[in-house]
């Protein structure tokens, strides 16, 4: 054969996992990640109160007195269980390792390996 002439690889026998993950821990992990994310979410709002209360306040003494948040109690159960669901998707994408493989499209080539040509 000829040096610039492409070599298809042989074919690599697939491997079974090792260690296949249980259902139910999937869920577990992917439900923890939800909850990590309301977490992380309490976390910024603390942020955001602390400025508030640091900055804001005393210089303008702007006390939200005008403000009920009773108002706003359906709105915020909405944003936490969104803020659950999208954290638990998440958490599962990548617990099941599905963000993580490698998608290749249908009309790709194989890949192959050229041979190097050899010096003279």
Not at 11 to 38: C, K, N, T, Y
Not at 53 to 66: A, E, F, K, Q, R
Request: hydrophobic share 50%.
């Amino acid at each position: 054969m000829s040096a610039l002439v492409e070599k298809k690889r042989p074919a690599i026998p697939v491997r079974p996992d090792p260690a296949p993950q249980h259902w139910g821990m999937l869920i577990f992990e992917s439900l923890s990640a939800g909850v990590m994310a309301i977490f992380f979410g309490f976390i910024a709002m603390m942020g955001l109160v602390g400025i508030y209360v640091i900055v804001i306040w005393p210089l303008t003494l702007w006390d939200l007195g005008g403000i009920h948040p009773e108002q706003f109690n359906l709105w915020a159960q909405y944003v936490l269980w969104a803020v659950f669901a999208v954290g638990t998707l998440i958490g599962y994408l990548c617990f099941s390792g599905e963000a993580f493989k490698a998608k290749r499209s249908p009309g790709a080539p194989p890949a192959t390996i050229r041979a190097r040509p050899t010096p003279r």
